[in-house]
């Protein structure tokens, strides 16, 4: 049977660090590969995990060998590049998850790297806050794993065998895709209603036009996965809400740390996906345009 013993992360963000950290302690041999500019800039510097200093090993991209495993943790508009940092760690057996928000990762670097070696994977229920070089989390949630088609299963039980010997949080999913759009739901409601408003999980939560306008987000992205073959369902969407109310009142999605940062954010992987998609079906999703271009709006400010 195939074995992971060691991986290779590519993206220290929120989730890069927290599953890396996570995987180390559990005995797991991880390192963060990065390119030339990245391996000077964090060469000395101190990482903390919910206060605990946290000692990582880098690789230079052109010094990376293939690795059992790779986890790719990068934003989505980072993943162009990271698909070459990542180039010299993937080899004939090496198994590639992602971590990416939105739904198109997977299909991206199958593309690039081959499809075989993927296993479709949603993060979910985690609630870890980078500011800096500080990740906090109360939450570390689960890794929701399964295979679409043309992915091997003896690859999915190596990434489950990894997962029981170092302590990650998985589920293993019948219908992964169906996983994938109910997660893109969510972020679409969540993460860019909190950087429009400037608000929290709590806030989203609390009666007022935040919550409004989220619930009607993810409601535009229910009838969009129908036209797509997906059926999602109010059920859904409560579950998904509930979710939220696991998190800590006080913190906020990659979005809207993405405000606070003044950095990029995703809202392309998310209103610029179902705005497309909608164009093709010929579906009406006005909340999602008003997010996309408030979005846009709030990132002139700091571009």
Known sequence: ??????????????????????MASGGAQVHYVVDAERSIRYQNMEVTCNGEPFQFQLVKDTEAEPADLVLTAVKGTGLPSALNTMAGCVGPETV???????????????????????????????????????????????????????ERAENLDAVKTFFDRTGVGYVEEDDILRRMWSKFMLNVGVNQTCMVYGTTYGGVLADGEPNRTMISAMREVIALAGAEGILLNEQDLNQYIDIIGTLSPEGTPSMGQDRINRKPSEVELFAGTVIRLAEKHGLYVPVNRFLYESVQEIEKEYR
Do not use: C, W
């Open 1 to 22: 049977m195939k074995e992971i013993k060691n991986v290779t992360i590519v993206g220290m963000g929120a989730l890069g660090l927290l599953y890396g950290s996570m």
């Open 96 to 150: 590639i998850i992602s971590v990416l928000n939105g739904i198109s990762s997977e299909g991206i670097l199958g593309e690039r790297f081959g499809k075989e070696k993927m296993i479709h994977t949603v993060a979910q229920g985690m609630d870890a806050m980078k500011f800096g070089s500080k990740l906090q989390y109360t939450q570390t949630g689960n890794l929701h794993i399964g295979l679409a088609p043309g």
